[in-house]
């Protein structure tokens, strides 16, 4: 019989980077809602300490850290500290990111380090401090925030597109290497979500009903909606899901 789909992390402890805005917010709310414990990090403090106030209202335990995620001794000494705070991560959500678009003859070497170093090396040295004790212990879960910017190019987008790709990639690796200690890796690749970011990205206009006219659902995504499916990935329920990039597209990618 299957079993009930109420999810419940109780016990468990959850490290979601990106958590001061749009849907690093709302998977710190759904993750707290679920009875999980939460390391939070973001570059703004007072947003950052929105988002733990809030959790912290469920009864979850919640810490909190500024860092730079695209300065790997920053990094590096987040992780650190957050073992050091708790002990050990069971779930890993590597939400932060950054786009920054230029044609490819505009693309300069500053923008280029800056966008792989947030939204994929930051991910690898997360992981890396994390998941040996997820392995040890016979369980965790790696979640990554891609983009549909991983399966389909964006004019403009070459590092990030880049950037993403090569996260889902990594990704799936994660997954050969953990698999067998229990350890899932999945992505979650949304099209354009309605965060303030995505409002303002995507004003009323013929781009916007250009993009749109692409999702069968005839909407933009909702923060929350990706928030879900990181809850369901970061649980029991997802146990035999493993290197998969789920879309979070409405049906874009089945046009």
């Known amino acids: 019989m299957a079993s009930s789909l109420d999810i419940s992390l109780e016990g468990k402890i959850a490290f979601v980077s990106g958590a001061s805005k749009g849907i690093g917010v709302e998977i710190a709310d759904a993750l707290a809602k679920a009875g999980a414990d939460?390391?939070?990090?973001?570059?703004?403090?007072?947003?950052l300490e929105n988002t733990a106030e809030a959790a912290r209202e469920t009864?979850?335990?919640?810490?909190?850290?500024?860092?730079?995620?695209?300065d790997a001794t920053q990094v590096k000494s987040l992780a650190d500290a957050a073992l050091a705070e708790f002990g050990r991560i069971d779930i890993l959500v590597n939400n932060a990111g950054v786009a920054?678009?230029?044609?490819?003859?505009?693309?300069?070497?500053?923008?280029?380090?800056?966008?792989?170093?947030?939204?994929?090396?930051?991910?690898l040295l997360l992981t890396q401090a994390f998941a040996p004790g997820m392995i040890e212990r016979?369980?965790?879960?790696?979640?990554?925030?891609?983009?549909?910017?991983?399966?389909?190019?964006?004019?403009?987008?070459a590092t990030y597109c880049a950037s993403k790709a090569g996260l889902q990639l990594l990704t799936q690796t994660m997954a050969i290497e953990f698999g067998p200690h229990n350890v899932q890796a999945n992505c979650v690749a949304p099209t354009v979500?309605?965060?303030?970011?995505?409002?303002?990205?995507?004003?009323?206009s013929p781009r916007r009903d250009a993009k749109l006219a692409k999702i069968p659902t005839g909407r933009f995504a909702e923060p929350e909606?990706?928030?879900s499916a990181v809850l369901f990935l970061a649980s029991s329920q997802s146990d035999f899901i493993n290197g998969v990039e789920l879309p979070i597209d409405g049906g874009e990618g089945a046009g």
């Not at 009864?59 to 695209?70: D, I, Q």
């Not at 300069?108 to 966008?115: A, I």
């Not at 016979?138 to 987008?157: C, D, E, F, Q, V």
């Open 38 to 47: 939460l390391v939070l990090t973001a570059r703004n403090e007072s947003e």
């Open 59 to 70: 009864g979850s335990r919640v810490w909190t850290r500024t860092a730079e995620m695209g």
């Open 100 to 123: 920054r678009h230029q044609p490819i003859f505009d693309v300069d070497l500053d923008t280029f380090h800056t966008v792989i170093n947030v939204n994929l090396l930051a991910p």
């Open 138 to 157: 016979g369980h965790g879960k790696i979640i990554n925030i891609s983009s549909r910017g991983a399966i389909r190019a964006i004019p403009t987008g």
């Open 193 to 204: 979500t309605m965060t303030p970011m995505g409002e303002s990205a995507w004003p009323p």
């Open 225 to 227: 909606e990706v928030a």
